[in-house]
């Protein structure tokens, strides 16, 4: 990656100037109780330090803003597990958004690689999605300043946002990997053979009511453990679960029911660890008629839950990256047509490599997936002679920056079409109208 040594130095100064006020403020809010307002976020505190070094009507601060917000209005899709790898140029301050579904009981896990030349802070923030239109999304949560790992219990259902976003004049690649892992343990103990027959929505009753639980089978007398560290609530015996266990775990919104137990071996008040055992496994209960099996359910205030994301969400292992990792960063052009109307041969900068393709940005700087068999080097498509003097653009747009003026009869090559543009190289490389 190309960094001048004046663009480090200008960079220096700016982060020398920000660790000055950080280190004012930090005296300052000694002074305070500092418990009546929600701590800041790394983000946050370096955007205020910005604007108190005098930089809030600076172009780097508005674009690094406007990048900031438009990574959370216009995030890129993505299906956890997810992981790619990812380039940010140091000449327009970026953020990238991921929107993405989780449930209720996942345990996110982002983690991020970075490879730069030089010492690179990277911002990395969680929210919730907005419902609509209208809201906003809502901060979670914040990697610490200077990690890059990142993990969150979902608690609910529902659309969030990663954005990832480094501090200015700064160039890197990164790798990211998002997944999603189990945020309780097995309630049946591991080492026991043992597998899933029953799961939560399953009609029961002639459709009178559905299962609020999933049902593992194992051998009777399987010991029944503690999925989560916790108090014992109700130790008890009732007709649908037979012998059954409550437990609350230890700073979470919602109880654990153990049921169909053959015996119970702890009390109610009793603390558990993880892997302590509770029982072992039976058929008591309504359960008599079937094979030996834990019902395990899960209640929060609204009423009962599904398991499995708590226990199986399924989602460790993202899907391999086939596309070349090392056209990350490049400007290559397109083969087919990645818009309506608009000619196949369009250059686009490689964002990110993922799957079987690429993540790539358009000259209007919209963002589409691509295959890598779709995207081709930017070599010459053909010669052309100018017939009339040209102005060489720095973007297909006329209100773009003017590098210079082409004479009649100069020859160039065309490299790739956006709109009625051609980029060509003559051997400086711009855009001209057609």
């Known amino acids: 990656m190309r960094v001048t040594k004046g663009m480090n130095s200008y960079r220096r100064h700016i982060r020398f100037a920000v660790i000055l006020l950080a280190a004012f403020t930090a005296a300052c809010s000694d002074q305070l109780t500092g418990t009546l307002f929600r701590s800041p976020s790394p983000h946050e505190r370096y955007l205020n330090q910005l604007r108190d070094a005098g930089l809030e009507h600076s172009t780097m601060y508005q674009q690094w803003l406007h990048a900031s917000r438009h990574s959370l209005a216009s995030p890129t899709t993505v299906t956890v597990p997810h992981q790619e ?177 053959d015996s119970q071996l702890v009390t109610p008040g009793q603390f558990v660890t993880m892997g302590d055992t509770l029982g072992l496994m039976g058929n008591t209960g309504n359960a008599r008629t079937t094979p030996p099996h834990l019902h395990f359910g899960i209640y929060g205030i609204g009423g009962a839950v599904d398991p499995l994301p708590f226990l199986r969400p399924g989602k460790s292992t993202p899907p391999k990256i086939i596309a070349d990792t090392t056209r990350v960063g490049d400007t290559l052009r397109s083969s087919t047509s990645l818009l309506p109307g608009i000619s196949r041969h369009m250059p686009m900068l490689v964002e990110a490599s993922y799957r079987n393709g690429y993540r790539v940005v358009l000259p209007d700087y919209s963002k589409h997936f691509v295959l890598e068999k779709h995207a081709t080097p930017l070599t010459p498509l053909r010669r052309i002679r100018l017939a009339r003097q040209r102005t060489l653009y720095a973007q297909p747009d006329t209100t773009s920056a003017q590098i210079t003026h082409l004479n009649v009869g100069s020859q160039a090559h065309v490299l790739a079409e956006y709109d009625d543009f051609l980029l060509i190289e003559s051997p400086i490389r711009g855009w001209i109208q057609q």
Do not use: C, M
Request: glycine share 10%.
């Open 85 to 261: 790898s990812a380039y940010i140029a140091r000449e327009k301050p970026t953020a990238i958004g991921y929107l993405f579904n989780a449930r209720q009981g996942e345990r996110l896990h982002i983690d991020i690689t970075i490879s730069s030349t030089d010492s690179v802070q990277l911002f990395i923030d969680l929210f919730e999605a907005a419902l609509d239109t209208t809201g906003e999304p809502r901060h979670l949560t914040s990697a610490d300043t200077g990690a890059t790992v990142l993990t969150w219990d979902t608690k609910r259902d529902g659309q969030y946002i990663l954005r990832v976003q480094p501090e200015l004049l700064t160039e890197l690649s990164f790798k990211l990997r998002l997944t999603a892992e189990a945020s309780l343990g097995n309630p049946v103990a591991p080492n026991a053979k043992q597998h899933i027959g029953s799961v939560f929505g399953d009609i029961r009753d002639g459709g009178r009511r559905s299962h609020e639980g999933i049902d593992i089978f194992a051998a009777r007398h399987t010991p029944v453990i503690a999925a989560v560290d916790g108090v014992v609530g109700r130790v008890g015996d009732n007709r649908l679960g037979g012998k059954v266990i409550w437990l609350r775990p230890k700073d979470r919104q919602f109880n654990l029911y153990y049921a169909h137990l």
